[in-house]
């Protein structure tokens, strides 16, 4: 099956979404009793932690950590975000660097400018967006020392929409930042999957959001299969996902195949795969991967492969290198909760 397919149902009774590209799993967002990313509190700072240069904040969901917290009191309150979910037994991770988004704008409190995404490259399209977004300010101004950006997935096409993203993410910004006084409170609830999957799967796609879409489209048994520890890769190779308590290992191994190739063939394979598989799955933090064996020229060609295919994952992580034990390091920013815990 050809195309991208987006399903709008429940896992149980869990908000969840699913993304098919050319009829393969590519994404997969179910929620959770969590705070969300993209939550605004109220917060009252409470104590520094000496060592850390961070300090613990009050909300209503539980303790926050903030880092960089110079000039911050006891018993002051700010805004802040949640950045990602945070580990058993942690604080949520959070920072004053706002951000309101939406599927064509955000607004950037502290970061003045009306500007449009890199991405867009067409010059026509960037004044036109330009103008757009100057002429919906102009109705609506952004709140002082804020600024504005149109995301990639903005087009003339949808100019209407756009406007109202722009007029309800500003109209939405001068409420919260003008809230800043009071005890610990929830401003705004980050997005569930659905309004996620909304904001950003954006592209030509069709959308299934009737009543028992997963069944339909076989979601069920491909997030079985993702319980699961081991990944087939093509030539009778494989890749083992596990995660610990302190990392995620990742082992590639060659199979059957003896030929002189395997390892780099089934090393590109596992690359070109393995954000999909982290991003189905869940998992952040450190991951520590062992390779099938290569020769240490044909490193670069797998980081090269690797890099890739993270361009594609909206996920923040780092390419940390090689050990002396010839294992590859990232470092995955935790913005999901991992699948297993979900099921």
Same mark, same amino acid.
């Given at each position: 099956? @050809?195309?991208?397919?987006?399903?709008?149902?429940?896992?149980?009774?869990?908000?969840?979404?699913?993304?098919?590209?050319?009829?393969?799993?590519?994404?997969?967002?179910?929620?959770?009793?969590?705070?969300?990313?993209?939550?605004?509190?109220?917060?009252?700072?409470? &104590?520094?932690?000496?060592?850390?240069?961070?300090?613990?904040?009050?909300?209503?969901?539980? *303790? $926050?950590?903030?880092?960089?917290?110079?000039?911050?009191?006891?018993?002051?309150?700010?805004?802040?975000?949640?950045?990602?979910?945070?580990?058993?037994? @942690?604080?949520?991770?959070?920072?004053?660097?706002?951000?309101?988004?939406?599927?064509?704008?955000?607004?950037?409190?502290?970061? *003045?400018?009306?500007?449009?995404?890199?991405?867009? =490259?067409?010059?026509?399209? &960037?004044?036109?967006?330009?103008?757009?977004?100057?002429? $919906?300010?102009?109705?609506? *101004?952004?709140?002082?020392?804020?600024?504005?950006?149109?995301?990639?997935?903005?087009?003339?096409?949808?100019?209407?929409?756009? =406007?109202?993203?722009?007029?309800?993410?500003?109209?939405?910004?001068?409420?919260?930042?003008?809230?800043?006084?009071?005890?610990?409170?929830?401003?705004?609830?980050?997005?569930?999957?659905?309004?996620?999957?909304?904001?950003?799967?954006?592209?030509?796609?069709?959308?299934?959001?009737?009543?028992?879409?997963?069944?339909?489209?076989?979601?069920?048994?491909?997030?079985?299969?993702?319980?699961? *520890?081991?990944?087939?890769?093509?030539?009778?190779?494989?890749?083992?996902?596990?995660?610990?308590?302190?990392?995620?290992?990742?082992?590639?191994?060659?199979?059957?195949?003896?030929?002189?190739?395997?390892?780099?063939?089934?090393?590109?394979?596992?690359?070109?795969?393995?954000? &999909?598989?982290? =991003?189905?799955?869940?998992?952040?933090?450190?991951?520590?991967?062992?390779?099938?064996?290569?020769?240490?020229?044909?490193? &670069?060609?797998?980081?090269?492969?690797?890099?890739?295919?993270? @361009?594609?994952?909206?996920?923040?992580?780092?390419?940390?290198?090689?050990?002396?034990?010839?294992?590859?390091?990232?470092?995955?920013?935790?913005?999901?909760?991992?699948?297993?815990?979900?099921?």
């Amino acid at each position: 099956m @050809k195309g991208t397919t987006i399903i709008l149902d429940t896992w149980g009774e869990r908000e969840a979404a699913a993304r098919l590209i050319d009829g393969q799993l590519d994404d997969l967002l179910i929620d959770s009793d969590l705070p969300r990313p993209g939550s605004i509190y109220r917060a009252v700072a409470e &104590r520094p932690m000496k060592g850390q240069g961070g300090m613990f904040l009050k909300t209503p969901d539980g *303790p $926050a950590f903030l880092r960089q917290v110079k000039g911050l009191s006891p018993g002051e309150a700010l805004l802040v975000q949640v950045t990602g979910y945070a580990e058993p037994g @942690k604080a949520l991770p959070v920072t004053t660097r706002l951000l309101f988004k939406s599927r064509y704008a955000i607004v950037t409190p502290g970061a *003045p400018g009306i500007n449009v995404s890199r991405q867009i =490259r067409d010059d026509d399209l &960037r004044d036109a967006l330009l103008e757009i977004a100057h002429e $919906a300010v102009a109705e609506s *101004p952004l709140p002082a020392e804020a600024g504005l950006i149109l995301r990639s997935g903005a087009s003339l096409d949808e100019a209407d929409a756009i =406007r109202d993203d722009i007029l309800a993410m500003v109209t939405l910004a001068q409420t919260v930042l003008a809230d800043v006084t009071g005890g610990p409170e929830l401003l705004v609830e980050g997005d569930g999957p659905h309004a996620l999957a909304w904001r950003e799967w954006i592209g030509p796609a069709d959308v299934d959001d009737e009543p028992g879409g997963f069944e339909r489209h076989g979601i069920g048994e491909r997030v079985e299969a993702l319980r699961l *520890p081991k990944v087939p890769l093509p030539a009778g190779a494989s890749m083992v996902i596990e995660p610990t308590t302190a990392l995620v290992a990742v082992d590639v191994n060659t199979g059957g195949d003896t030929s002189p190739a395997a390892g780099l063939k089934a090393n590109i394979a596992a690359f070109r795969d393995l954000p &999909r598989q982290l =991003r189905l799955r869940g998992l952040g933090g450190q991951v520590v991967i062992d390779p099938a064996p290569v020769v240490k020229k044909d490193r &670069r060609q797998l980081e090269t492969v690797l890099k890739a295919a993270l @361009k594609t994952d909206k996920t923040e992580t780092v390419v940390a290198g090689w050990t002396t034990l010839g294992l590859l390091e990232l470092q995955r920013k935790r913005d999901r909760v991992a699948l297993k815990d979900l099921l």
